[in-house]
């Protein structure tokens, strides 16, 4: 009389009983097999937790479960483990945790095979003769089966205008049989058919991270600090090959897929494997087959965002973490995990080397190496001949500027086109201009669901805001005064090319942001052009300072240096020099010599003067010295409990009322509340959000605290008037 425990994917935080499917002995599944259930009106895909002898609940009130849809699991038992551990740590429905580790189709109750894996043939004795010449349809199927011998899919013999419905009648006579397809086994060989192109040499620091990668026996987390233009992917690359050689696989983590075309390609010319590539971009049945061949060691090497954390690989070799202080790895809504945080759990539970890389690595991973949890290996040369670019200020105050350009910068461009390089120009904000005004009324264009204001896009157009989507047209007048005077405010990337096309119009001028790369193959269509060598200009945001190399960019002109300074996040200095960094590693990465100018109002601002005399390394052991006073990350662990309500000051109310219970109840000393207060855009998609701070210096203090407080919230009535959410260990303070 056994009875199944499963986690369903709702908002509910527990797990829920069922009675096995009539006719299925409960006793032989294994946990982590997919169940269809119902559940109220709906019906679910749940997943099998245990098998339990009894339920709380009584026998006659428990539903069957309607189907078993899986012989064994798709997820191996340690990736189950570690998301129901993420769902524990990061406070989140477990149903909900668990089936977002498994592809869409999966998700959606859909067999856990390819796409084709099952085909259909005629039986070797089959034959024409054996339908009536009334079985007009029966024998047209059974022709096409005879003429495709290797077997053929369901789905080409109804676009070969077959009738799938009649395979039954065919199998029944036994004039047709179905099989399983089984994909090409995976690459098997010696070093020499490992490689398409040999390896490139090493410098003494690349060939010392190498050799300490390599020789990692187990479980070993690195730091790899380098410099950009270092050569960390050719580390990469190497380290991979030693995996490959002793016949086991790859995961590469990276931020963005579609920002790092090149990588994929490296990885793809260099070796003579299958390397599967998982992303957004991909359908959910080809995102489904990839994953079969990885989780089948079909695939060598898997490269993926941050759900391909999840993807389970046969024989784990290594998993390297690209760019690792980058804010994608944090997942911002729903199942609020840091893939970059969990790799180093999965990295352990696999008995694995584990690479973070990076040029800026974040200050937490920085005090992970100091106090020796992670080995820090450092690339401090360019590649090759390479030298690291010269960094120069360009103080703009009482200078005279030229949308967004000053003087200086615009002689500079000049200078390095007329010498046949290349520049890139930096401004990270989209759009022609940050807003639209009246210059008689100083009526601003704001967003009428957001505490922002809205972008001014002249390609079409349009006043859009990033914040909620919204859009509208542009107004021929200003709506308060009736002025027809509206002239843009400030510059964005489509301004900045328009008066550097009207400046250089000799040379062409490339914009490189979400909006001119939005139609597909239109990034690659851009660095093709680029990667000619012709003289240009490169304009565009930070997805000019993900993982590209520009060999032929000499020039990084930085229009506004001065962008996170004064960010209301205390993390807002660290990304600014992070990004700074990042763009300004484009320059030099060849044989010219690269320059850096940077525009700033704040040329004596202390931050900019470490980061351009002294480097990253410096900034970042100023800046961990000011979080460690500040008892600020990574000296402090935090979660942020935020609400949002259709009403102002409902959210914060009841974050308010919240506070107030709890205290009432007795904190733990270890635990502190700061708040509640709005949040930095209160208004924001039409609600008003508010949030309440809860930090301690003991991480396992707040965990038992913070379960405590979920299963609290879930009690309170007031909780069903708002929208609220728990994100631990937060990346943003908005």
């Known amino acids: 009389m056994s009875v199944l425990r499963l986690a369903i994917p709702s908002p509910v935080r527990r797990l829920f009983d069922y009675l096995p499917p009539a006719g299925v002995d409960a006793t032989v599944l294994q946990p982590g097999v997919r169940v269809r259930v119902p559940f109220g009106p709906r019906q679910l895909i749940g997943m099998l937790i245990s098998v339990e002898p009894h339920s709380d609940l009584p026998r006659d009130k428990l539903k069957p479960a309607l189907e078993i849809l899986d012989p064994t699991p798709p997820l191996p038992a340690h990736l189950l483990k570690l998301a129901r551990w993420a769902a524990s740590y990061y406070q989140h429905p477990v149903g909900d945790a668990l089936l977002q580790a498994l592809p869409v189709l999966l998700r959606k ?98 060939r010392q991270a190498v050799e300490a990668i390599n020789g990692a026996d187990g479980f070993q987390p690195f730091l790899l600090e380098g410099v950009t233009g270092s050569g960390k992917t050719e580390v990469y690359l190497q380290t991979i090959e030693a995996v490959l050689q002793q016949g086991r696989q790859a995961l590469v983590l990276v931020p963005e897929i579609g920002l790092t075309p090149q990588t994929v390609a490296r990885f793809k010319q260099r070796f003579q494997v299958p390397v599967v590539v998982l992303h957004s971009n991909l359908t959910d049945r080809q995102r489904l087959d990839a994953w079969l061949k990885v989780r089948e060691g079909l ?56 690479v973070l890389g990076s040029a800026t690595p974040s200050l937490e991973s920085l005090w992970n190496a100091e106090q020796g949890r992670y080995r820090h290996l450092q690339l401090t040369e360019r ?20 949308d967004g350009l000053a003087e200086p910068m615009i002689e500079q461009i000049r200078q390095h086109l007329g010498a046949g390089n290349q520049v890139l120009v930096f401004l990270n904000r989209r759009g022609y201009s940050p807003t639209l005004s009246c210059h008689n009324c100083g009526w601003i264009a704001d967003c009428s669901r957001c505490d922002a204001h809205m972008t001014l896009h002249l390609s079409p157009p349009h006043l859009h805001c990033h914040h909620c989507d919204s859009q509208r047209p542009i107004p021929a007048q200003c709506p308060d005064c009736g002025s ?60 000019l300072a993900k993982g590209h190399h520009f060999p032929n960019v000499t020039l990084v002109a930085i229009l506004n240096a001065d962008g996170g300074l004064f960010s209301a996040d205390f993390r807002g200095m660290e990304r600014t020099a992070q990004l700074l960094v990042q763009v300004a590693g484009r320059a030099g990465r060849a044989e010219r010599p690269g320059h850096v100018l940077m ?65 009432r109840g007795g904190l733990p000393p270890a635990v502190d509340l700061v708040g509640p207060f709005p949040s930095t855009m209160e208004k924001k998609a039409g609600v008003f959000r508010a949030q309440l701070l809860i930090q301690s210096p003991q991480r396992g203090v707040l965990q038992q605290w913070l379960g405590m407080l ?25």
């Open 109 to 206: 109750g859909a067999p856990c095979e390819y796409a084709h894996e099952h085909l259909w043939r005629a039986t070797a004795d089959a034959s024409l003769d054996a339908l009536g010449k009334a079985a007009r349809r029966q024998r047209e199927l059974l022709q096409l089966l005879q003429e495709h011998p290797q077997g053929i899919s369901s789905d080409a013999i109804r676009a070969e205008g077959g009738n799938t419905q009649l395979l039954k009648t065919l199998l029944d006579k036994g004039l047709a049989e179905s099989f399983v397809h089984h994909p090409p086994s995976r690459h098997a060989g010696g070093k020499d058919s490992l490689l398409r192109q040999p390896s490139l040499p090493l410098n003494d620091q690349q």
């Open 299 to 354: 695939a060598s090497i898997v490269i993926g965002t941050r759900s391909a954390l999840f993807t389970p690989l046969q024989a784990p070799g290594i998993i390297i973490v690209d760019e690792e202080h980058d804010a994608s790895f944090k997942q911002q809504d729903g199942f609020r995990y840091s893939a970059r945080d969990l790799s180093v759990m999965r990295a352990r539970e696999e008995d694995v080397p584990l």
């Open 383 to 402: 590649a090759g001949n390479a030298r690291p670019p010269k960094f120069e200020l360009l103080d703009i105050r009482q200078q005279p500027i030229r």
């Open 484 to 543: 027809p005077q509206l002239k843009p405010v400030g510059s964005g990337t489509e301004r900045s090319e328009q008066i550097l096309r009207q400046l250089f119009s000799d040379y062409p001028v490339l914009r490189v942001d979400r909006d001119s790369t939005a139609r597909k193959d239109a990034l690659a269509q851009i660095m093709a052009q680029v990667h000619s060598g012709e003289p240009c200009i490169l304009v565009g945001t930070q997805m």
């Open 599 to 663: 525009q700033t109002m704040h040329a004596d601002h202390p931050a900019i003067q470490c980061l351009v005399d002294q480097g990253y390394s410096a900034f970042a052991r100023s800046e961990l010295h000011d979080r460690h006073r500040a008892a600020l990350p990574p000296f402090m662990h935090l979660a942020l409990l935020k609400a949002e309500a259709s009403r102002q000051g409902r959210a914060e109310a009841f974050l308010r009322a919240v506070r107030d219970l709890l205290e």
């Open 710 to 734: 979920c299963e609290f919230l879930e009690q309170q009535p007031e909780a069903r008037k708002v929208r609220w959410t728990l994100d631990v260990d937060p990346l943003e303070m908005n």
